[in-house]
């Protein structure tokens, strides 16, 4: 079965500087996605960024840029120039090629302190 | 374009009861995905449908079910309900489109069981 790790319970950064969020999984296939998405105290999940594994070039989206380690099976967040805004539950996530279901880390809390 | 709403938000109910969250994708989505999130076990994956069928399953009990409408409207249902059925539920949905569509989640259902 396909696990997600996310060693960091808790994270800190302060506004304006860059932070960076761990991710480790675990699957036997060779088709498959990854996502990180943003749960803000009370409110709704969003996408953050999205990497497909056939893809060796890191995805980025603004701010907010991925290390894809495909051997090493790592998929770290970077967020730069930290804002207030930012501060959430992050969850890494992995899909199966053709699959729908998501597999879940625990999630890791980023505070940013102004 | 309107989001995925789910109903109703909140929701407290005792221990045997029963209960059922409805979920309403955004126009045009087709698939529907229910997650279940609790501190201790995070988000896990209950059911998805696809066209009114139930194509994947988590590993929950049978007091689990699910149902898709021809709108792709779905509800969710847990019957006899236990003390540790309190979490928020999720939904999400998609297109889908092969393999590049994107999962988006309602604000969620939170359900408390006394």
């Known amino acids: 079965a396909q696990t997600v790790t996310q060693s960091q319970p808790e994270m800190s950064v302060q506004e304006a500087e860059t932070v960076t969020l761990s991710c480790t999984y675990d699957?036997?296939?060779?088709?498959?996605?990854l996502f990180w998405y943003k749960q803000p105290p009370s409110r709704q999940m969003i996408l953050v960024i999205r990497?497909?594994?056939?893809?060796?070039q890191n995805a980025t989206e603004n701010r907010f840029s991925v290390n894809f380690q495909k051997a090493a099976k790592s998929f770290s967040l970077k967020i730069s120039d930290s804002q207030l805004g930012d501060a959430a539950m992050y969850f890494c996530?992995?899909?199966?090629?053709?699959?729908?279901?998501?597999?879940f880390g625990k999630g890791t809390k980023l505070t940013v302190n102004p | 374009k309107a989001g995925v709403t789910q109903t109703p938000r909140y929701l407290i109910k005792t221990r045997g009861q029963q209960v059922t969250l409805s979920c309403s994708p955004i126009?045009?989505?087709?698939?529907v995905s229910w997650y279940q999130q609790t501190p201790g076990q995070g988000l896990q994956f209950l059911f998805e449908?696809?066209?009114?069928?139930?194509?994947n399953k988590g590993n929950f009990p049978g007091r689990f079910s699910g149902r898709q409408f021809s709108n792709s409207r779905s509800e969710m249902n847990v019957s006899t309900l236990e003390l540790g059925d309190s979490a928020l539920y999720l939904c999400?949905?998609?297109?889908?489109?092969?393999?590049?569509?994107?999962?988006?989640f309602g604000p969620g259902t939170r359900l408390t069981v006394l």
């Open positions: 990497q497909e594994a056939y893809k060796q």
């Open positions: 996530a992995y899909r199966k090629g053709g699959s729908e279901k998501l597999v």
């Open positions: 699957t036997s296939e060779s088709d498959y996605y």
């Open positions: 126009s045009g989505h087709r698939s």
């Open positions: 999400a949905s998609s297109i889908p489109s092969g393999n590049t569509d994107t999962q988006y």
């Open positions: 449908y696809f066209s009114e069928t139930q194509r």
